[in-house]
């Protein structure tokens, strides 16, 4: 029923939106790479060591910088920050070998690869500089930040324990500073923990993500997986298979073969152990002899 006065809505202070209002007001649901990752949403890529979560990283993370579609997901372009404190060198030479596997012209790309550390547990004072030049970089490259990615969580988290909810909590907020100051998608790549079973660490990291993908391999199919675990407003539990194809990218001062690995979408099931599936092309996945995350 009508209230018998006409004075308008109160001031909000907490952001409060009336139902009749909430088409008007409500941003629209917008994705960096659609039903998987949200824009200036949290996110999480968790596996075992050398089940290929950084190639597949990377391969997600220039399909940004591309504004290509990621295993059939539509992508939103703009400038990705990779951020490789574990293991800089071996990020060049997959970079290098995605470029070749892709015949990549030579102009520029939105793409930023950040090899040096960054600690987001000693305090604040790097996640500001960080953001700041991250700043700096939107504005001299003309593009907004859409992704930054950080390989790995523990490599930026010197001095953390991950099973501890107050240290994870230091590290979960200066990850938000990023996303909110940056007004960008943070995915952090992360270990499984010793029983294969979850994230590494304490529970709150996973509670904090609004999408979380779990890679995993199998030793007896030699299928690598990628699972949406956790998808925040979106459908979780889809997955997709894929392989690490080698690329040749070069000879070192020795003569031998300079080498990396591409992500490869597998567009058939796994075959049963002890069976053969004629359509593999043996030999493609050699990864696993040399792979190391």
Not at 172 to 191: D, G, S
């Given at each position: 029923?009508?209230?018998?006065?006409?004075?308008?809505?109160?001031?909000?202070?907490?952001?409060?939106?009336?139902?009749?209002?909430?088409?008007?007001?409500?941003?629209?649901?917008?994705?960096?790479?659609?039903?998987?990752?949200?824009?200036?949403?949290?996110?999480?890529?968790?596996?075992?060591?050398?089940?290929?979560?950084?190639?597949?990283?990377?391969?997600l993370a220039m399909a940004v910088a591309r504004g290509k579609p990621w295993m059939g997901h539509k992508t939103l372009q703009g400038l990705v920050a990779y951020q490789a404190?574990?293991?800089?060198?071996?990020?060049?030479?997959?970079?290098?070998?995605?470029?070749?596997?892709?015949?990549?012209?030579?102009?520029?790309?939105?793409?930023?690869?950040?090899?040096?550390e960054l600690n987001l547990f000693a305090g604040e004072e790097q996640t500001t500089e960080f953001i700041q030049e991250m700043q700096r970089?939107?504005?001299?490259?003309?593009?907004?930040?859409?992704?930054?990615?950080?390989?790995?969580?523990h490599a930026a988290s010197n001095g953390a324990d991950e099973n501890a909810s107050r240290d994870m909590g230091a590290v979960?907020?200066?990850?938000?500073?990023?996303?909110?100051?940056?007004?960008?998608?943070?995915?952090?790549?992360?270990?499984?923990?010793a029983a294969g079973s979850k994230p590494r660490g304490h529970t709150s990291l996973y509670a904090a993500c609004d999408a979380a993908i779990e890679v995993s391999f199998c030793e007896?199919?030699?299928?690598?997986?990628?699972?949406?675990?956790?998808?925040?407003?979106?459908?979780d539990?889809?997955?997709?298979?894929?392989?690490?194809?080698?690329?040749?990218?070069?000879?070192d001062e020795d003569g031998f073969d300079i080498t990396s690995c591409v992500v490869e979408r597998e567009t058939f099931s796994p075959r049963p152990q002890g069976k053969k599936n004629p359509r593999r092309k043996p030999g493609r996945d050699v990864a696993s002899i040399f792979l190391h995350e």
């Open positions: 029923r009508a209230r018998p006065w006409t004075e308008g809505p109160p001031a909000s202070k907490i952001g409060a939106i009336r139902w009749v209002d909430l088409d008007q007001t409500a941003p629209p649901y917008e994705w960096v790479v659609k039903h998987i990752i949200p824009r200036c949403g949290f996110g999480l890529i968790y596996g075992a060591s050398q089940a290929g979560k950084s190639f597949l990283s990377i391969d404190g574990e293991g800089g060198r071996g990020v060049g030479k997959r970079l290098k070998a995605y470029r070749q596997h892709y015949n990549l012209p030579p102009e520029d790309l939105p793409f930023l690869l950040l090899p040096n970089w939107a504005r001299f490259i003309g593009r907004p930040v859409e992704l930054v990615v950080i390989d790995t969580l979960i907020h200066n990850c938000k500073r990023i996303q909110e100051e940056l007004n960008t998608a943070v995915l952090l790549i992360h270990h499984m923990n007896d199919t030699r299928t690598r997986t990628a699972k949406f675990a956790k998808v925040k407003d979106g459908a539990d889809q997955r997709f298979n894929f392989r690490l194809v080698c690329e040749r990218i070069g000879v």
